[in-house]
């Protein structure tokens, strides 16, 4: 075994034993064993374990995320300070005072991709997982923690006609089954993702965030990403299409959620929170990672809107100290 190799297998033993959990689970409740949709179900649920798992780095990413945005400002200031110096004194002096920003507000500029990093040993355990059951099945072994008999199980099942272990580059082009639902699900894999990515950049970033370089970054890993993904979808077995496509549903239900209930400061998102919450007379919200006076600006606009509108929204009063 290479190196490569073994530090995947706990990921793929680890894998796999999910998947037979949720695979005795479902048969033991009826569903037949060796059928397709059993194990398309034990994918899915081997999503819901790992998304699960990482609900609270997705927390820590929003925290990370709002603090990149307010430090903004003071990058920019940063920048013009050191604009057209580039000696090596300056240099050094520029990424001590930027590494002492992003200390100071929490976050750092990979603090976005952390979730996806630590699910990629996840799925590459699983693409090797589902392209090495045809291989294992032929010779007669078993592959993670999945024994030979369920390799041959999971070899032979399959969904719409398309084997769940074939994928549409390695002699899966002869199934028209396969082709079919391989562009289908790659096409829901990348559209799913690109309009994540779209939401987040439409509504939920200040004005300040959207004017930053960093900003121009993400507006082109906006297009690249679905890119990269919809071509390397042709080498995925299909039980990983579907592993892929269900990821990127959840988290594009997660940050609708976190648009709607838990917006940026200063974002679309966020004042349109303000505005729902002024009309029905409720208090503004203290929004994650946003700062008092963020909050405060939100609620005075939001009661403006509300007053307008003939709906006079009382002022919330600081707590005074009694005599």
Known sequence: MDFFGTIMAPFKWLVSIIMIGFHDGLSAIGLPAANGWTWTLSIIGLVLVIRAALIPVFVKQIKAQRGMQLLQPDLKKMQEKYKGKTDQLSRQAMAQEQMALYKKHGTNPFSACLPMLIQMPFFFALFQVLSGITAAKDQGQGIGAMSHDQVVQFDASSIFGAPLSSALLHGGATNVAVVVLSIVMILAMTASQ??????????????????????????????????????????????????????????????????????????????????????????????????????????????????????????????????
């Open 194 to 323: 690109f309009i994540t990515q779209k939401q987040i950049m439409a509504k939920n970033m200040s004005e300040e965030a959207m004017a930053s370089p960093f900003m121009r970054q993400q507006k082109m890993m906006l297009y690249i990403l679905p890119i990269v993904f919809g071509v390397g979808g042709i080498n995925f077995p299909i039980g990983v299409l579907i592993y892929w496509t269900t990821t990127n549903l959840w988290t594009m239900a997660q940050q609708f959620f976190v648009i709607r209930r838990m917006p940026t400061p200063g974002s679309p998102a966020a004042k349109a929170l303000a505005e729902r919450r002024a009309a029905k007379g409720l208090p503004a919200l203290p929004i994650l990672g946003g700062k008092k006076a963020d909050v405060e600006a939100e609620a005075a606009a939001a009661a403006a809107v509300a007053e307008a509108k003939g709906q006079r929204i009382q002022p919330q009063r600081k707590n005074r100290k009694k005599k």
